[in-house]
């Protein structure tokens, strides 16, 4: 078992539509979430980063982490062909330095 | 937010050459920098870490005698692929990181190398 699992879609929706992305982990001393966003042929830009269990919302994202189930998710709402990428879910064990381990990325096509 | 440049964005090379990658922080001292590589549909690999002035830190299975990593200032990294081959062929992405509380690494826009 991969310790990080991400369907790499595509998923499809149309704009205005609430995307909801999926990770799952199996390393239970993860506790710092990551979600990134990539478009094509470039580099990975943070969007959310979270501690523990719980939610965080920014803008029209949010972001939940379910330590229990090992289960983090990120819901996008009112989705524009902007937000057409791939979303890559990452984690890490220490709040300090340490690597990142990443899923596969979902991509996600938003159609007007 | 910080950003993190590389060069060149895309470089095709003939096998048996040399390509020389460089990560640049353009407003922020980087006190670590790390390697990726990433191919078609798979997740960001780390290939190795890096700390100015010191040695780089490699992943299992990544030959360091093939990549070579150099730190040499707080703002620039640099990853020479010896020898490449077609195998190599692939996205590299760097990212940086200042420290901090919480670590958060900022990714360059990645280098495309394609070897014939």
């Known amino acids: 078992q991969k310790e990080v699992e991400q369907d790499p879609g595509p998923l499809s929706v149309p704009e205005g539509a609430i995307v909801s992305l999926n990770c799952t982990y199996s390393?239970?001393?993860?506790?710092?979430f990551m979600w990134y966003r990539q478009y094509s042929r470039k580099g990975p830009e943070l969007l959310m980063y979270?501690?523990?269990?719980g939610n965080k919302e920014d803008g029209r994202f949010t972001a939940q982490v379910d330590k229990s189930s090992k289960y983090i998710s990120l819901f996008i709402r009112d989705s524009q062909p902007s937000d057409s990428a791939t979303y890559l879910c990452?984690?890490?064990?220490?709040?300090?330095?340490?690597?990142?381990?990443f899923g596969k990325g979902t991509m996600l096509l938003v159609s007007p | 937010g910080a950003v993190v440049s590389q060069h060149p964005s895309r470089v095709i090379c003939k096998s048996g050459t040399s390509v020389k990658i460089e990560c640049r922080s353009l407003?922020?001292?980087?006190?670590?920098m790390f390697w990726y590589r990433q191919f078609p549909k798979q997740s960001l690999m780390l290939m190795a870490t890096?700390?100015?002035?010191?040695?780089?830190?490699?992943e299992q299975g990544v030959e360091k005698d093939k990549f070579l990593i150099n730190h040499a200032s707080l703002t620039l990294s640099t990853l020479t692929v010896t020898s490449a081959h077609p195998e190599d062929s692939s996205f590299y992405i760097c990212?940086?990181?200042?420290?901090?509380?919480?670590?958060?690494?900022?990714f360059g826009p990645g280098t495309r190398l394609t070897v014939l």
């Open positions: 990212s940086a990181t200042s420290g901090g509380a919480t670590y958060e690494q900022f």
């Open positions: 390393n239970s001393a993860f506790q710092y």
């Open positions: 979270t501690y523990s269990s």
């Open positions: 990452a984690m890490k064990a220490n709040s300090g330095y340490s690597t990142l381990t």
């Open positions: 407003d922020f001292q980087a006190t670590t």
């Open positions: 890096s700390n100015e002035g010191s040695k780089a830190t490699y």
